[in-house]
């Protein structure tokens, strides 16, 4: 009956008169598996800074810092512009976790934008931990622009940990 | 021409029926356009006499409550199969309603809480004869089938439900309002800078000013204007029960976006301040969420 009920839902076409979450399709947007992967390699999204994560990341890069390559980078203006349902938006497309990379509190570009985003990550850890979502796929952490090192470090240890959880039961395979 | 209409309900309170028969005499106005041909809140109508009619005869069906058992799928596939206009009739039907909370805890941990370790149950069973089988989760039922029109609320005000049924009946599209509660409050707004949450019973509420700005969780920001912002309007902080305003995917998780820009506190002081996020920030649209959305694929995928 079950199966049934999903693929109905994936034939639905939505409403005319506008929609939450619950009109948005992420099987679409998966790509198929080309080949069976023996172990698992996770799928991390990182948010970063434009002034400070993103140079960061960039010098890491430039100084040929090692890092594993899981990580897939949006760069963002601030991380006060990233809204919770970005991340759960990465979650329920299947991203095994979301790295968010910012300025250290102080250094903001825009003053408080990384406050803020301080303020709604405790929220969403509580709301994930709350819905039996492991709290442990969502982090923040604070990289400047002269810390390749750091970010290098925390791309690495939330690699780790992803492994260390599993895949995200929401990735199709 | 006579419009052919159906109620149908589905898992819910029904107050949406109560909501349509508090039209009273403003039913005089639509009356004489409709012919109701299916409304078992009201007449003895049976799902029998539903089957039996012609597909796509009913001009507009108005499905209320969400698919708790497989009873009411069946239900909701046969409203879409003769209707040729479906509305999501209040919440419940658009977003899951706040059975969709339950959507937390496994169907296991549902029924032995409900039927076995329920307070005031002294034999305690769980009913297996004439009873439908429960359904894994709540969905909302715009997952389920095709919807023509949402008309969310908890229940939707007399007002909307005569202004979406006029509306249907001439012909006319009927579209949700783009603004919140809070652009239908009259409480004066100024900048917020709260800088402690309280219970609704705690302090003294100042009527004039806005609820959010005096640190009650007002959440007319983040849920859309139809109802008239009749709660927030004698002083009781919005709940958010109509749903989230139009185009907003998650109504949680934008409320928490607003009230991190918004609270003046340590991170570790505002998450103290809500010791049940999702009861307070999901109340009546937990199964449309991403959490629940997840969590639903999880328990799938375990399953197998």
């Known amino acids: 009956m079950f199966k049934e009920l999903y693929k109905s839902r994936l034939r639905c076409q939505g409403v005319t008169n506008g929609l939450t979450a619950a009109g948005q399709k992420s099987a679409s947007t998966q790509k198929p598996k080309t080949k069976v992967e023996d172990r698992f390699e996770p799928r991390i999204l990182a948010f970063c800074c434009n002034w400070c994560s993103y140079a960061g990341a960039d010098l890491a890069g430039t100084s040929r810092m090692q890092m594993p390559p899981n990580m897939r980078i949006i760069r963002v203006n601030c991380t006060g512009r990233i809204d919770p349902v970005f991340v759960l938006e990465a979650l329920n497309q299947g991203a095994d976790g979301v790295l968010i990379s910012g300025c250290h509190p102080g250094d903001c570009h825009y003053t408080t934008g990384n406050l803020k985003m301080k303020s709604r990550f405790a929220l969403l850890q509580k709301m994930l931990e709350e819905a039996g979502i492991e709290p442990e796929r969502v982090h923040l952490q604070w990289a400047s622009a002269a810390e390749g090192d750091v970010f290098t470090q925390g791309i690495t240890s939330m690699v780790e940990r992803i492994k260390a959880l599993g895949p995200n039961p929401v990735k199709k395979d | ?304």
């Open chain 2, 1 to 304: 021409m006579t419009k052919r209409i159906a109620l149908a309900q589905l898992t819910s309170c029904w107050g949406c029926d109560q909501s349509l028969v508090d039209l009273h005499l403003g039913l005089l106005t639509v009356l004489p356009e409709i012919e109701i041909v299916f409304w078992p809140a009201v007449v003895d109508f049976k799902l029998k006499d539903l089957e039996s009619m012609p597909d796509q005869s009913i001009h507009i069906g108005l499905v209320e409550g969400s698919c708790r058992t497989e009873e009411d799928v069946h239900l909701l596939n046969v409203m879409r199969e003769k209707s040729k206009t479906l509305v999501a009739w209040g919440v419940c039907s658009c977003y899951g309603g706040i059975q969709g909370l339950a959507n937390q805890w496994n169907l296991e941990e549902l029924v032995d809480r409900k039927f076995m370790k329920a307070d005031t149950v002294t034999d305690p069973r769980v009913p297996s004869e004439n009873v439908p089988v429960f359904t894994e989760t709540v969905q909302p039922n715009v997952d389920i089938v095709e919807f023509d029109v949402l008309l969310p609320g908890c229940p939707p005000t007399s007002k909307n439900l005569l202004d979406a049924l006029t509306a249907l009946i001439s012909g006319k599209p009927f579209d949700l309002p783009e603004k919140s509660v809070c652009d239908q409050c009259s409480k004066v707004k100024q900048d917020k800078h709260i800088k402690e949450f309280h219970r609704t019973h705690e302090g003294h509420i100042d009527p004039s000013k806005c609820l959010l700005d005096q640190g009650y969780l007002c959440l007319g920001f983040a849920t859309i204007g139809l109802c008239g912002a009749i709660c927030p309007n004698v002083n009781t902080p919005c709940k958010g029960c109509f749903g989230p305003v139009i185009r907003v995917r998650d109504h949680g998780a934008k409320i928490i976006s607003a009230l991190g820009a918004v609270a003046e506190m340590e991170p570790d002081k505002l998450r103290e301040s809500f010791p049940d996020p999702i009861g307070s920030f999901y109340f009546t649209d937990y199964a449309a969420s991403y959490l629940s959305r997840i969590r639903t694929e999880t328990r799938r995928k375990k399953k197998k």
